[in-house]
Protein backbone atom coordinates (compact mmCIF):
# COMPACT_ATOMS: atom_id res chain seq x y z
CA UNK A 1 0.00 0.00 0.00
CA UNK A 2 1.27 3.44 -0.76
CA UNK A 3 1.70 5.57 2.01
CA UNK A 4 1.22 9.54 2.32
CA UNK A 5 3.30 11.01 -0.05
CA UNK A 6 4.48 14.64 0.06
CA UNK A 7 6.47 16.58 -2.78
CA UNK A 8 8.53 18.54 -2.55
CA UNK A 9 10.74 17.34 0.37
CA UNK A 10 12.71 20.76 -0.04
CA UNK A 11 12.03 24.07 -1.26
CA UNK A 12 14.37 27.22 -0.71
CA UNK A 13 12.52 30.39 -1.96
CA UNK A 14 13.08 34.16 -1.13
CA UNK A 15 11.11 35.70 1.56
CA UNK A 16 8.08 37.09 -0.93
CA UNK A 17 7.81 34.30 -2.96
CA UNK A 18 5.02 32.08 -3.05
CA UNK A 19 5.47 28.46 -2.72
CA UNK A 20 2.73 25.29 -2.61
CA UNK A 21 3.42 22.40 -1.15
CA UNK A 22 1.60 19.45 -1.86
CA UNK A 23 0.22 16.14 -0.44
CA UNK A 24 -0.94 12.87 -1.56
CA UNK A 25 -2.82 11.13 1.32
CA UNK A 26 -3.28 6.87 1.57
CA UNK A 27 -6.05 5.51 -1.00
CA UNK A 28 -9.45 5.76 1.07
CA UNK A 29 -8.44 7.69 4.11
CA UNK A 30 -11.36 10.75 3.85
CA UNK A 31 -9.20 12.89 7.04
CA UNK A 32 -6.60 14.75 5.83
CA UNK A 33 -4.18 16.79 8.12
CA UNK A 34 -1.29 19.37 8.24
CA UNK A 35 0.80 20.14 10.39
CA UNK A 36 4.48 21.83 10.72
CA UNK A 37 7.34 21.80 12.98
CA UNK A 38 9.47 25.54 13.30
CA UNK A 39 12.53 25.49 14.38
CA UNK A 40 12.86 22.73 16.19
CA UNK A 41 9.80 23.10 17.95
CA UNK A 42 6.76 20.32 18.58
CA UNK A 43 4.56 19.49 15.63
CA UNK A 44 1.56 21.91 15.51
CA UNK A 45 -1.13 21.53 14.18
CA UNK A 46 -2.49 24.04 10.85
CA UNK A 47 -5.74 22.16 9.88
CA UNK A 48 -8.00 19.24 8.83
CA UNK A 49 -10.05 17.94 5.87
CA UNK A 50 -12.67 15.78 5.78
CA UNK A 51 -13.07 15.13 2.20
CA UNK A 52 -12.53 18.09 0.66
CA UNK A 53 -14.48 20.28 3.42
CA UNK A 54 -12.17 21.93 5.96
CA UNK A 55 -13.22 20.43 9.48
CA UNK A 56 -10.83 22.65 11.66
CA UNK A 57 -8.69 25.31 10.23
CA UNK A 58 -8.26 26.80 13.60
CA UNK A 59 -4.42 26.12 13.22
CA UNK A 60 -3.66 28.24 10.52
CA UNK A 61 -0.92 31.05 11.54
CA UNK A 62 -2.58 34.05 9.02
CA UNK A 63 -4.08 34.65 5.55
CA UNK A 64 -0.80 33.92 4.20
CA UNK A 65 -1.67 30.10 3.54
CA UNK A 66 -4.31 28.43 1.86
CA UNK A 67 -4.77 25.14 1.83
CA UNK A 68 -7.65 23.23 -0.38
CA UNK A 69 -8.46 19.52 -1.34
CA UNK A 70 -10.46 19.82 -4.44
CA UNK A 71 -12.04 16.60 -5.37
CA UNK A 72 -11.60 15.27 -1.83
CA UNK A 73 -8.12 13.36 -3.09
CA UNK A 74 -4.66 15.60 -2.72
CA UNK A 75 -4.13 18.75 -1.32
CA UNK A 76 -2.00 21.59 -1.41
CA UNK A 77 -0.74 24.29 1.26
CA UNK A 78 -0.16 27.37 -0.53
CA UNK A 79 2.07 30.20 1.33
CA UNK A 80 1.96 33.41 -0.43
CA UNK A 81 4.03 35.45 0.37
CA UNK A 82 6.33 33.20 2.11
CA UNK A 83 7.84 35.21 5.33
CA UNK A 84 11.07 34.10 6.94
CA UNK A 85 9.04 32.88 10.10
CA UNK A 86 7.14 29.71 7.68
CA UNK A 87 10.65 28.09 7.74
CA UNK A 88 10.29 24.38 9.04
CA UNK A 89 8.96 21.41 8.22
CA UNK A 90 5.82 20.83 7.05
CA UNK A 91 3.57 17.15 7.55
CA UNK A 92 0.91 16.03 6.08
CA UNK A 93 -1.00 13.16 7.82
CA UNK A 94 -3.87 10.89 6.63
CA UNK A 95 -6.46 8.60 8.71
CA UNK A 96 -9.78 6.45 8.25
CA UNK A 97 -10.34 7.85 11.71
CA UNK A 98 -12.52 4.97 12.72
CA UNK A 99 -12.60 5.40 16.26
CA UNK A 100 -11.08 1.95 17.23
CA UNK A 101 -8.14 2.11 15.01
CA UNK A 102 -7.44 6.21 15.17
CA UNK A 103 -3.99 6.86 14.09
CA UNK A 104 -2.30 9.19 11.76
CA UNK A 105 0.11 7.75 8.81
CA UNK A 106 2.22 10.87 7.70
CA UNK A 107 4.29 11.68 4.74
CA UNK A 108 7.67 12.08 4.79
CA UNK A 109 7.25 16.06 5.30
CA UNK A 110 8.26 19.44 3.13
CA UNK A 111 11.26 21.24 4.43
CA UNK A 112 10.59 25.19 4.01
CA UNK A 113 13.48 27.58 4.07
CA UNK A 114 12.14 31.18 3.66
CA UNK A 115 15.83 33.07 2.71
CA UNK B 1 -6.49 23.17 25.64
CA UNK B 2 -4.52 19.91 25.41
CA UNK B 3 -0.66 20.64 25.46
CA UNK B 4 1.97 17.79 25.98
CA UNK B 5 5.46 17.79 27.46
CA UNK B 6 8.86 15.67 26.98
CA UNK B 7 10.77 15.66 29.91
CA UNK B 8 14.05 15.51 27.94
CA UNK B 9 15.17 17.55 24.72
CA UNK B 10 18.02 15.14 24.02
CA UNK B 11 19.23 11.69 25.27
CA UNK B 12 22.61 10.13 24.80
CA UNK B 13 22.86 6.00 25.82
CA UNK B 14 25.34 3.46 25.14
CA UNK B 15 24.13 0.81 23.65
CA UNK B 16 22.41 -2.19 25.52
CA UNK B 17 21.54 0.65 28.07
CA UNK B 18 18.20 0.90 29.44
CA UNK B 19 15.38 3.91 28.30
CA UNK B 20 12.79 6.01 30.05
CA UNK B 21 11.30 8.95 27.73
CA UNK B 22 9.44 10.92 30.10
CA UNK B 23 5.72 12.54 28.14
CA UNK B 24 3.23 14.25 30.49
CA UNK B 25 -0.09 15.52 29.11
CA UNK B 26 -2.67 18.31 30.35
CA UNK B 27 -6.52 17.30 29.51
CA UNK B 28 -8.88 16.24 31.98
CA UNK B 29 -11.06 14.19 30.20
CA UNK B 30 -10.51 11.19 28.12
CA UNK B 31 -7.11 10.65 25.99
CA UNK B 32 -5.63 8.31 23.59
CA UNK B 33 -1.98 8.37 24.08
CA UNK B 34 0.81 7.64 21.06
CA UNK B 35 3.98 7.69 20.55
CA UNK B 36 5.59 8.43 17.25
CA UNK B 37 9.10 7.96 15.93
CA UNK B 38 11.43 9.50 13.09
CA UNK B 39 14.59 7.74 12.41
CA UNK B 40 17.04 9.92 10.22
CA UNK B 41 15.63 10.68 7.16
CA UNK B 42 12.29 9.14 7.21
CA UNK B 43 8.96 9.78 8.03
CA UNK B 44 7.13 9.62 11.40
CA UNK B 45 5.71 6.24 11.99
CA UNK B 46 3.82 4.56 14.72
CA UNK B 47 5.38 3.26 17.88
CA UNK B 48 2.86 2.56 20.19
CA UNK B 49 -0.73 4.04 21.06
CA UNK B 50 -3.14 3.61 23.97
CA UNK B 51 -6.75 3.52 23.73
CA UNK B 52 -8.15 1.94 26.74
CA UNK B 53 -7.38 -1.50 29.03
CA UNK B 54 -4.42 -2.53 30.19
CA UNK B 55 -2.14 0.54 30.75
CA UNK B 56 1.30 -1.16 29.68
CA UNK B 57 1.27 -1.26 26.29
CA UNK B 58 3.79 -2.56 23.65
CA UNK B 59 4.87 -1.52 20.42
CA UNK B 60 7.19 -2.40 17.89
CA UNK B 61 10.86 -3.34 18.27
CA UNK B 62 10.76 -3.52 21.97
CA UNK B 63 9.14 -0.37 22.86
CA UNK B 64 6.77 -0.54 25.64
CA UNK B 65 4.39 2.94 27.45
CA UNK B 66 2.90 2.97 30.47
CA UNK B 67 -0.12 5.40 31.16
CA UNK B 68 -0.45 6.31 34.69
CA UNK B 69 -3.90 8.30 34.20
CA UNK B 70 -3.11 9.40 38.25
CA UNK B 71 -0.05 11.19 37.01
CA UNK B 72 -0.94 12.30 33.23
CA UNK B 73 1.74 10.65 32.43
CA UNK B 74 2.75 7.98 29.24
CA UNK B 75 6.12 7.05 29.55
CA UNK B 76 7.89 5.37 26.87
CA UNK B 77 10.47 2.76 27.88
CA UNK B 78 13.08 -0.63 26.44
CA UNK B 79 15.11 -2.00 28.51
CA UNK B 80 17.84 -2.34 25.90
CA UNK B 81 18.32 -0.22 23.44
CA UNK B 82 20.55 -0.15 19.78
CA UNK B 83 22.48 2.29 17.75
CA UNK B 84 19.24 1.54 15.51
CA UNK B 85 17.11 3.57 17.93
CA UNK B 86 18.90 6.81 17.78
CA UNK B 87 15.93 9.19 16.02
CA UNK B 88 13.34 11.44 17.71
CA UNK B 89 10.53 10.15 19.39
CA UNK B 90 7.10 12.67 19.74
CA UNK B 91 4.38 11.65 22.27
CA UNK B 92 1.35 12.62 21.27
CA UNK B 93 -2.39 13.22 22.77
CA UNK B 94 -5.80 12.88 21.28
CA UNK B 95 -8.87 13.77 22.66
CA UNK B 96 -11.99 12.26 21.47
CA UNK B 97 -13.34 14.44 18.43
CA UNK B 98 -10.35 16.73 18.64
CA UNK B 99 -7.05 16.64 16.94
CA UNK B 100 -3.70 15.40 17.34
CA UNK B 101 -1.54 17.34 19.93
CA UNK B 102 1.86 16.68 20.19
CA UNK B 103 5.39 17.11 22.16
CA UNK B 104 7.74 19.33 21.11
CA UNK B 105 10.29 15.87 20.63
CA UNK B 106 12.82 14.22 22.28
CA UNK B 107 15.92 12.96 20.35
CA UNK B 108 17.75 10.21 21.10
CA UNK B 109 21.41 9.51 20.37
CA UNK B 110 22.81 5.59 20.65
CA UNK B 111 26.79 5.18 20.62
CA UNK B 112 28.20 1.90 19.20
Known amino acids: EAGVTQFPSHSVIEKGQTVTLRCDPISGHDNLYWYRRVMGKEIKFLLH????????ESGMPNNRFLAERTGGTYSTLKVQPAELEDSGVYFC?????????????FGSGTQLSVL | AQSVSQHNHHVILSEAASLELGCNYSYGGTVNLFWYVQYPGQHLQLLLKYFSGDPLVKGIKGFEAEFIKSKFSFNLRKPSVQWSDTAEYFCAVMAYGQNFVFGPGTRLSVLP
Open chain 1, 93 to 105: ASSQRARDDEKLF
Open chain 1, 49 to 56: FVKESKQD
